[in-house]
Structure formats: C-alpha cells, structure tokens
C-alpha cells in the first residue's frame, strides 16, 4: 500500500469516528445530545459505523455500496448480513461468534477456532448458542460473516431472498459440490457408488459425494440429463480425532494395509486402506468448491464461499481495498503465509458479475480471471495455461533435470507482474514461486513460444466471456426443471466454440432475444440453447461480442468465412477472413467451392471427407497441452489437522503431493463425451501410499477403477493406469515469428518425407515392439530428440504420431513404486524412486506400468476412463475395439490404423508443416 493511501484512509477512520463508532454512538440520548444531526437519521447503526451517513443509501464516505444496481440499489445491512440495526454499540450490532470460534483472542489460541472462522468449513456444524438471553442459530453467524454462503442462501437468506433460482442452480452444480472430483477419485480406485439407486448409472460414473448431503427432488430415472442423480451424500471422514479411528488401531499401520485391495487392483470398500485414501482426496483435493472458503491462506488464493466467491472477489494479497474505516487495510502483514488470527479482505465491499456503468457513472469491470484462478490452477492449471504460462512444480526446467529434454531457453515469471507483485513484494502465488512458472519456452531452439498464451486471453477477452450464467451456475437460471445435480463438469458446460464460430458448414446458430443492455437482439446460443447476450449481430451483418470482463467491443469470425471465400473482411483490422490454408485443413474434399478445398491429397481421398465432421476444434487449434505423467500422493499420521469437509479434528495429512514429470510437449488424442476427437491426457492417475504413526511407510498402491480398468493384472500388460478428454485453453489461430501455432497436418498424420527420412521399416519395428511391450532395443537418444525436443512434430517424425494416436513411446515406463524406468534420467530426485536416479538401476524386466500407452493396436483402452457420452445410450464408431464403447476414451481400432500404420493407412503425401508451410504437393491445392 502506498504511502498516501495509507495516510488517506487513516484521516477518513478519524472522520468517521468523529460521528461515533465507539460507546453509545447510535442514536441514543447521549448521542442525540452532543451531535443534534443524529436525531434526524433514519440510517441502521451499521450504517452509520461503517459509512458515516444518516439514512440507508450509502452517502457518507465510508463503505461501498454493495450491490449498486438497479431495482435494489440501497440494500441495508443487515438484509444481508443480519444482526441488530438498532443497538447501540458494535458488539450488540453484531451476531456474536460461537464460543467454540470465539473472538481473535480466541482464534489465537485455539487452532480449531482459526481454521473454520478462516476456512467457514465447519461453522454450519457448531449447535445452536446463547449469548446474553438470546439464541442463536449457527447460520446466523455464518451469514454475518458471509452472507452469500450457499449454506446461507439455502435457507433463503441474503441472496437467496431475490435470487432463488440462482440458488437453486448453482447449489446442484459442479462448482458448489466438487462431486466429480470428489467421487471421480473413488471411481478410480474401484470402489462402488455409495448411492445404492445410482450404482451402474452411465457407465458406473454417476456421482456419489459432495461437500454436503443434495437431493434433488424433480430427478426421474430415465428422464433427466445424462450425468444427473437424485441425491448425494456427504464425504465420509475417518480420522476425526473424536472417533478415534486411526490412532493405535493396528489395522491402519503401513504394513496391514495391502489386505485392502482386492486381486483385481480395486480398493475394497471400508478397509483402512480405502478409508485413508479417502482422506487423503479430502485434505488434497476437498477444498476447491464453493461451499467453503478453501485454505485462504496464501497470496492468490483468498477467497470467500459460496456467492461471494466470485461475485465479491478478495484482493490477491488479502488486503483490503475498501473505503471501510473499520477495516485493518494492512492485514494479513505476510500474504504469503498468514497467521492466526490473521484473515484475509475482500478487495472492494461490492459485488461484480459483468462489465458495466453505474448510475453513479463509475465503471466496474467484470469478474477477472484471478477469481477463476484459485481453483481453477489445480488439475489441468487451466487458467495459468490461458495467460501462457506453465506450471513446472518441481522447476525441473530452472535445474536443467526437465524429461525428457532441456529446453534450449526458457523464462521464469520473475518479472511477471500477474504474479508477482513489486508493491506487495509477494513470494509467492498459490504457494508456489517464480521458478516454478514459466512464461517461455523453446524446446526446438526455433525461437518461439512453445506455450503461448491463449488468442483469446490476447485479444482482452477473460473467463467470464466464454463460461457464463449457464456454465458456472449450472442448469437454466429461472427455470427450476433445469437444475440438475451432475456428474461431470463436461456435463454442466454448454458453450462450445461453434456457439460463437459456427462451422465449416454453417455459421453460429442465433435466435431473437435480448442483450445485455435489455434491448431486442439476433444473439447466438451456447449447446443448451442459452443465448449469449453479450454477443450479438449488428448492422453490418457481423457478430460482435462486447467483453464481459472490460466491455470492450470484438468481432467474432465466423469458420464458414475462413473456409469459403465470401469476401468477408475483419472490419477491426480490414483483413480478409478468408484463409486458403483454413480451407485446406477445414473443407470438404467434393470439388465444391461452397464447402471449401478440404484436405485433398494426389494420391486421392474419401470422396467428401471434412476433418469437422468428428474432429474437435481444440484437436488442432490447441497449441499445447499440460501432461502429469505419474503422480505420487503420500498421506501421513499427524493430530492437530483439520478436515476440508467437516472442520473438525483429524489424524491425517497429505504429506506429499508429487508430479514425476510435467511436460507440455507430449499430447494425445481420443474420443470425448460429446463423440468427437479431442485431446487426451492422464487425469486420476495417482500412485498411493502412507506413512503410519510409527514411521512406517506402506507400500505403493496402483489402483483399478469401478470397471476394472486401469491396472487388472489380469487385463493388460504395463496399464496406464488413468486417461480423459481434457479441453487445452491454449487456442491458436497460426503460427507466427514469437509464438508456436496450432497443430498442423503433420501433428497427427504419418508423411511420405518422415516414413522416408526415418526408415519405414524402422517405424514398422518400433511398432511391433510397442504394440509387444518389447523395451529392450529402445533408442532413447532418439526418442528424446524425437519426441522431448520436437513440439508439434517439426521432424515430421513418424515416432510423434504413434505417440499421439495413443499408442505409447517408451520413455514413460514405471517400476510398480512409481519410479520412472528409463537409462536417460539421471535426477536422484525423482518421486518415488527414494533418492536413486532411474538411470542407475535402469531394467527392462522391473516395469509394470507403460503410462503414456493409453490403447492398444485392437482399440482396446489400457487405462480408466470415467466420462461417458453425453447421448443416453451412445455408443462410438471411432471407439472400435473398446471394451466400453459408450465411454469416452481412446481412439478406436480403425483410426489408430488410419492414422499410424504406413502399410495400411494414410500417409500424406500433401500436408502444411508445424511451421503453417506448405509441403508434398500441398501448393497444388493451397496455392504457392
């Protein structure tokens, strides 16, 4: 903060002082007496204490106006907040604290105290109270702390009074309930559905467990959405301390434990072994969700719950922003590392959805992508993958140990401003520091980007702009039948890039509806049918989209005018929308002009083949992809932790939470939920162990998913343990002189001039040796220069496509403790491997897991997959060969032999390189 804000705020704390914040300052006799202006107010004491101003309408110069806008523009306190708007000191204003939490004093002393007034987590659990002859309910407290708590909202409290349906829906939704990570991780581990009704509900996957007991009366069987289920129940813990569970129970020491997993690799229900890694989702992954506050302990991760998680953002650094003179603005003093009974601000005390102009004419931006980013950095990082930067945990890349090739330069996000503030002087963002985010790197030495950031996060657009009203509360909001409890996220988003774009065959759907200023409009619509108010057809005949984060206004290009030359020009920057290139890879090969070039080649093609009929855009448009190849969580006994679910006191925590590698080179593909080709990548996949109350350390467990896939040693040779469809946000429309492009014909093709310049009888008995799990003649010098240094396969290497298809590459085999085996890795540090390199005890005979071979030549998957299509009933021609064809999951039989068999496949012998260049005779067809 800076030196005159400071001095700013402490003269406006005095001022407002002045009209009485302390004693009996509000309203009484006393007050009247010394100040006659009181006698004229007809504001509540909150008002008075925290604006300075006389009447409920915000005039003074304290506190913000919460929720400036039209309709309900002068809320008073305590229709949120609760709490007494006639006392006459602070202290009866406001609902006191369960003793159990306490005052600061009382955080300060009690570690229970200070983890559920930061977190909320467990507040709704504490019984009713008494203080001074009144009774008070455990939500009373929690919705003076937070009134847009769902627990609150719920009960038709603050929010909930004027936004029921928003309620309604964003209470089932993925984000309120965390029900796809949570039960997608017990999935994992083969064990079954703790919802008798719902067990072999799509595929098996229906959900389970959530944060708190759901149900959903309007469920019908048969009837609701794919993914949907009448009820949830809430995550089991079985540490508590008051159960005692754990503690000196013999059952839970390391060496019992293996007697919990069944022969068949699936976790057996209710034995210690399930019960602890139960936990350890939990305590790793139970506290990304809106129904509390998450950890809200570190710079970039300060939240709130429920509502006001992203309607009312905290500041990065916790601090507050506010013109509130009763705030501490310089709290927490640390935002790295905070301490009881430090807690962290809200940046402003005012909501924000959209971009928009108040009636005051002050401009509010919308929700920025920081309130996304403190969950949404978890898992596929997605949000840090968005601005173009990588998350490398280990800074394998800063110690030069990156697998299975050093990039030729790269940059830290040091002097990333994004991250690290120089005001603040953070350390950290989401705990982790600058080595361990990388803005650039350049694994080919070409000069450019291989992780670029997003073309739409460089064109100003946010989160906000594409997930909007229908992807983060979940069903349609007002229509209470829409609202159903899902399994998968991939079941609650409804925006497609086609829902803005359209298609090589026609452009983005509209209908006549209303924009965001309320005035009639020709607006697109997301899968569901939901318009897009901020998009919107003006006179021009072109659709512009007008930012939900800056209210800046865009043109939206439409695919049907990159592939068939209309004449259209980008009226922003006069250039044409017309590509031949575009056309070439997106049109149809039927000699018509009106469906573009399509990817025509000499040697002939499928008379009218499109690549859009089941290609995903992010398949090629997506110019990177974040990869955890074998990750290592460790549990461990200790007392004096806190559940995520239920705030009490448990025996347990996550003592390491390990990548092996992290690459963001490798990709694959396969068949996503909605039966197109998409990206592909590990997800669950997770090598468990835990260490007891005597040092002991278990064993590592590898787990078979609730159908038996995943790691059955009586199923398939060296599993890969976990794959799923993921959706990179690393869209980019070409490559250019600074930044790696899309993924060009070559990425995913076999060529002529790569079968030719590797050898196709070389190709061909790598092949067999893969498809046998032959390890011993692998060429790994080869493999790494091949595969570790070649983004978006600028060798052209044939090697790189049978990766990509699925079928593996060799360089991720790992023994059965998760230890890499590979003669190419020398870091001593590797997880898993106890301190020896893999490259000293390297041994074709010790692996058991093959992990990037997610399919087998017969279109049979070799790992666990729990996304079912989202048809009821589905099943999937491109998953030929599947043991579950109506799951998502790898390509099938017929693509991995179109795709890399040179004998019997397509070689292309007309193609556009990984650098947008034309090769073969693909001039023929493009123009030269």
Not at 808 to 828: I, R, T
Request: net charge negative.
């Amino acid at each position: 903060m800076t030196r005159s804000l400071g001095n700013a705020l402490i003269a406006l704390t005095a001022a407002l002082l002045v009209t009485g914040c302390s004693g009996s300052f509000l309203g009484g006799s006393s007050d009247s007496d010394s100040d006659p202006s009181l006698a004229f107010s007809t504001s509540e004491s909150c008002m008075r204490c925290h604006n300075g101003a006389l009447h409920d309408d915000y005039g003074g110069g304290g506190l913000e106006n919460p929720h400036p806008f039209p309709g309900a523009g002068t809320l008073t306190c305590t229709q949120c907040h609760g709490g007494n708007p006639a006392a006459d000191t602070p202290e009866g204003a406001h609902v006191p604290p369960h003793p159990a939490i306490g005052d600061r004093e009382n955080q300060r002393k009690s570690r229970f105290a200070y983890f559920n007034r930061l977190t909320l987590t467990g507040l709704d659990k504490l019984p009713d109270y008494e203080i001074d002859g009144q009774i008070y309910t455990a939500l009373d407290y929690l919705q003076f702390v937070n009134p847009g708590d769902l627990r609150v909202v719920n009960d038709n409290r603050s929010c909930g009074q004027c936004h029921q349906s928003h309620v309604d829906c964003v209470s089932k939704s993925p984000l309120a309930t965390s029900a796809g990570i949570l039960s997608g991780a017990l999935f994992a581990v083969g064990l079954p559905s703790g919802v008798v009704e719902s067990q072999d509900l799509y595929e098996d996957t229906a959900v389970d467990k959530a944060f708190r007991r759901l149900t959903d009366d309007r469920y019908i069987e048969g009837q609701s959405p794919v993914g949907s289920v009448g009820r949830l129940l809430e995550f089991a813990v079985y540490a508590g301390r008051d159960e005692d569970l754990i503690d000196d129970n013999p059952d839970y020491f390391a060496n019992a434990l293996p007697v919990g997993q069944a022969a068949d690799g699936r976790a057996i229900l209710n034995s210690p072994l399930a019960n602890l890694y139960h936990e350890q989702v939990a305590f790793t992954c139970g506290n990304c969700h809106l129904g509390s506050a998450g950890a809200n302990d570190r710079y970039g991760d300060f939240r709130s719950s429920g509502c006001t998680s992203c309607h009312m953002p905290y500041a990065l650094d916790g601090r507050s922003r506010s013109t509130d003179p009763n705030i501490n603005k310089l709290e927490p003093e640390d935002p790295d590392d905070i301490d009881a009974p430090e807690r962290p601000h809200v940046r402003r005390h005012q909501i924000v959805s959209i971009a928009k102009t108040l009636a005051t004419g002050e401009e509010v931006k919308g929700m920025d992508d920081y309130t996304c980013a403190g969950c949404h950095q978890g898992s596929n990082r997605t949000v840090m993958q968005y601005w173009g930067i990588r998350l490398d945990q280990n800074q394998d890349v800063r110690r030069g140990r990156q697998y299975p090739a050093n990039p030729a330069s790269f940059l830290t996000t040091r002097d990333d401003t994004r991250l690290f503030d120089p005001e603040v002087e953070n350390r950290t963002f989401n705990g982790r520091n600058e080595n361990q985010y990388l803005l650039m790197e350049d694994y080919d030495g070409d000069g450019r980007d291989d992780t670029p950031a997003d073309v739409h996060y460089e064109a100003g657009l946010g989160c906000i702009d594409c997930h909007g009203s229908h992807d983060l509360h979940g069903g349609r909001v007002g229509d209470p039948d829409g609202a159903s409890i899902l399994s998968r996220m991939g079941q609650a988003v409804a925006i497609r890039c086609e829902s803005c774009h359209g298609s090589a065959a026609a452009f983005a759907v509209t209908k006549i509806d209303t924009n965001t200023a309320g005035q009639p409009a020709e607006v697109p619509v997301d899968a569901e049918g939901n318009a897009l108010r901020h998009i919107a057809r003006e006179s021009d005949g072109n659709l512009y989209l007008t930012s939900r984060l800056t209210g800046k206004r865009h043109f939206v290009k439409q695919v049907r005018d990159v592939v068939v030359d209309s004449g259209r020009i980008n009226p922003i920057t006069q250039d044409p929308v017309y590509s031949a290139k575009g056309s070439y890879a997106m049109g149809r090969v039927d000699g018509d002009a009106q469906t573009g070039i399509g990817p025509a080649q000499t040697g002939g093609v499928t008379a009218g083949f499109s690549h859009m009929d089941n290609l995903s855009c992010a398949s090629c448009h997506a110019s990177w992809t974040n990869n955890c190849i074998g990750c290592h969580l460790v549990g461990e006994f200790d007392r004096g932790n806190f559940s995520n679910i239920t705030g009490e006191e448990i025996d347990f925590r996550e003592k390491i939470a390990d990548f092996v590698y992290q690459s963001p080179v490798f990709f694959q593909l396969g068949i996503d939920s909605g039966n197109k080709v998409a990206p592909m990548a590990g997800n669950t996949a997770m090598f468990f162990s835990y260490e007891d109350q005597n040092n002991a350390l278990s064993k590592v467990f590898a787990f078979s998913d609730r159908r038996g896939q995943g790691n059955d040693p009586n199923a398939a040779a060296h599993p890969a343990l976990s794959h799923n469809a993921m959706m990179p946000h690393s869209i980019r429309g070409k490559v250019d002189y600074r930044n790696e492009g899309p993924r060009y014909c070559n990425a995913c093709h076999l060529t002529r001039k790569g079968l030719n310049e590797f050898g196709e009888a070389n190709y061909i008995a790598y092949r067999d040796a893969m498809a046998t799990n032959d390890f011993t003649g692998l060429d790994y010098e080869l493999l790494t220069e091949h595969l570790g240094r070649n983004p978006n396969n600028q060798l052209d290497s044939p090697l790189w496509v049978h990766s990509v298809v699925g079928l593996g590459s060799g360089l991720f085999q790992f023994d059965e403790n998760g230890c890499p085996n590979n003669p190419v890795d020398d870091n001593p540090d590797r997880a898993g491997c106890n301190g020896t390199p893999p490259s000293q005890v390297y041994d074709p005979g010790r692996t058991v897991f093959n992990l990037d071979k997610i399919v087998d030549l017969s279109g049979r998957s070799m790992g666990s997959s729990n996304h079912p299509f989202r048809a009821p009933g589905q099943t999937s021609d491109l998953r030929d060969g599947a043991s579950f064809p109506g799951m998502s999951g790898p390509l099938g039989a017929t693509l991995i032999q179109r795709l890399s068999d040179p004998q019997t496949g397509i070689v292309l012998d007309s193609w556009l390189d990984a650098d947008g260049n034309n090769r073969g005779n693909a001039g023929d067809f493009v123009g030269r």
